[in-house]
C-alpha cells in the first residue's frame, strides 16, 4: 500500500479515537443524569395523585363534571402537546414520538375534528414544518431539566382554551420511562380529568374485570381492611368557595402538576436513550478501530516487505554487474589499453 493511503488510514484512525471520547463522554453524562431524573419523578407523584383525586371529587360534586371529568364521547376540537427534546444523539427516541403523534393527527384528520398540535422541544418545531403540518405553540430550552415554571408557562396555554370550551380533549404524547432500559410512548388523556380507581366506583353487574383490575382492585380492598376504613370517604364534603370556583382553580394546577410529571418522565427517557445510543456509539467506534488498526498494520507490513525485496533485487543487480566483464568499446577501458 502506498505511502498515501498509509496516512489516511491515521488520518482515520486519530478521528475515530476523538470520536469515541466524545461519545463516552455523552454517556457517562446521559449515565449520571438518569437517577436524578428518576428521584424527581418519584417526588413529584404523591402531589399529582393528591390533586388529581381532589379535582375528581370536586368535579363529581359540581354540575359541570360531565365535561371535567371522564372521557368524552365525540370530541369536536382535540388539542395535541407532544414532548420530545431539543437535542439529538439519543437514538430513536424524537422519532417515536413524532410518528406517533403523526399517526394521532392522521387519525383525527379523517375523522373530520378540529386538531391543534402543541410542541415542547426543537425536533418536533423542524419535524412539523417539514411536513407543513402547523404548530400552535412551540416551548424550547425546557426537555433536558425541566422546572415547575416550565409546566406553569405551557399550563398557561392549555387550560384557558379547556376552560372557555373551545377544546374538548387535551392529551400528551410524549415517552413514559419504565427502567433504564425500557421506554414506551405513550399518548395520554390530560383534560378532561380522568378518575382514579377508588373514585370511579364498583363496575356494574355483568362487566368483566381484567387481571389488572382484579388486582387492583383487590390490593385497594386489603388496603381498605388493613386502615380499618381510615381512607373511607364518609358523609358529604363542602366546598368553600362554590364549586365552580374552586374547579376553576383547582384545573391548572392539576395540569401543571400533570405536565411537569410528563415533563420529567420524557427528560428521563431521553438520558436513558441517549446513554444507550451513545454505549452503542462507542462500542461501535472501538470495532471500527480495530479494523482500520488491522488493514494499517497488514499495509505496514506489505510496505516493509515491498522494500526489502527492493533492496534484495538491487543487491543482487550490483552483484550482478560486478561480475561482468568491462567493455573494451568503453572509453574508460580504451584509455587503459592506450596506456
Do not use: C, W
Not at 380499618?228 to 384545573?251: C, H, M, T
Amino acid at each position: 500500500m502506498a505511502g498515501g493511503q498509509e496516512r489516511v488510514l491515521r488520518r482515520r484512525i486519530r478521528t475515530i479515537e476523538s470520536t469515541k471520547k466524545i461519545t463516552r463522554s455523552f454517556e457517562l453524562i446521559a449515565a449520571s443524569q438518569i437517577s436524578r431524573a428518576q428521584g424527581r419523578i418519584a417526588g413529584s407523584r404523591p402531589y399529582v395523585k393528591a390533586i388529581s383525586d381532589i379535582l375528581a371529587e370536586t368535579a363529581r360534586e359540581g354540575g359541570s363534571s360531565t365535561r371535567l371529568l371522564g372521557i368524552p364521547e365525540s370530541p369536536q376540537n382535540v388539542l395535541a402537546l407532544v414532548i420530545v427534546a431539543d437535542r439529538g444523539l439519543a437514538g430513536a427516541y424524537n422519532s417515536s414520538v413524532l410518528r406517533a403523534a403523526e399517526r394521532l393527527i392522521r387519525s383525527r384528520s379523517q375523522e373530520g375534528r378540529g386538531f391543534t398540535v402543541m410542541a415542547i422541544g426543537k425536533k418536533a418545531q423542524a419535524y412539523f414544518r417539514f411536513r407543513h403540518q402547523p404548530v400552535a405553540q412551540q416551548f424550547v430550552a425546557m426537555s433536558d431539566r425541566p422546572t415547575y415554571e416550565d409546566a406553569r408557562r405551557v399550563a398557561a396555554v392549555i387550560v384557558p382554551p379547556f376552560l372557555a370550551g373551545e377544546v374538548d380533549l387535551v392529551q400528551i404524547v410524549s415517552t413514559r420511562i419504565r427502567s433504564a432500559s425500557s421506554q414506551v410512548v405513550e399518548t395520554r388523556q390530560l383534560l378532561p380529568v380522568l378518575p382514579s380507581p377508588k373514585q370511579s366506583g364498583p363496575k356494574p353487574s355483568g362487566v368483566a374485570q381484567t387481571a389488572g383490575e382484579s388486582a387492583a382492585t383487590a390490593v385497594s380492598a386489603a388496603g381498605d381492611h388493613g386502615s380499618a376504613g381510615s381512607e373511607r370517604k364518609l358523609g358529604f364534603f363542602e366546598f368553600e368557595p362554590d364549586v365552580e370556583q374552586l374547579l376553576a382553580q383547582l384545573i391548572p394546577l392539576y395540569a401543571e402538576a400533570s405536565i411537569y410529571a410528563a415533563l420529567l418522565e420524557a427528560s428521563a427517557s431521553e438520558h436513558a436513550s441517549r446513554q444507550r445510543a451513545m454505549s452503542a456509539a462507542t462500542e461501535n467506534a472501538e470495532e471500527l478501530l480495530k479494523t482500520l488498526k488491522r488493514v494499517m498494520n497488514r499495509a505496514r507490513q506489505d510496505s516493509i516487505t515491498t522494500e526489502i525485496m527492493e533492496i534484495v533485487g538491487g543487491s543482487e543487480a550490483l552483484r550482478s554487474a560486478g561480475d561482468t566483464p568491462h567493455d573494451l568499446t568503453h572509453p574508460q577501458a580504451t584509455e587503459e589499453q592506450n596506456r
